[in-house]
């Protein structure tokens, strides 16, 4: 996973994410490179059973630490994401860049139709005809696909 490097979501962005997939109480959650644990802390304060997966030993250690109080609905796990069932995730959030989120795409082509995936500053590759942007301030975008995925 040597493509995958530790860039954290900006914090101001991560409530704007969640709120773009429009992630409800009872939902399912999978954070794909979930470093400090911030997006699934967030979600789960929201009452989603919220999966945060990252290839680092360090970054997990470090989400669980943060998790706190939200460790019940706020699940880490030390894996090499890229091997994942989808299939039962309601909304996926990435931060990856656009190599590994090219190379996700057989997962998220898998996933239930109607969930949400959202993605900051890089596409998923081929040009989808669901794909909404949404430009941030200072050049970052915001994608959301909703499944399923149909290329143009």
Known sequence: MNDV????TPV???EPMLDLAD??????LA???CGDGRIVIAAAKRGVLAFGYDCAQERIAEAQRNAGAQSGAATFILCDFFDLDLSNIDV???YLSA???AKLLPQLRRMRPESRIV???????PPFDDCK???????RVLYLWRNPLRSI
């Open 31 to 33: 954070d794909l490179g």
């Open 23 to 28: 992630v409800r109480s009872g939902e399912v």
């Open 133 to 139: 942007e949404f430009m941030l301030r200072r050049r």
């Open 119 to 125: 993605s900051l500053d890089f596409s998923l590759g």
């Open 12 to 14: 101001e962005l991560v």
């Open 99 to 101: 190599g590994p989120n």
């Open 92 to 94: 996926v959030t990435l």
């Open 5 to 8: 490097v530790y860039a954290p």
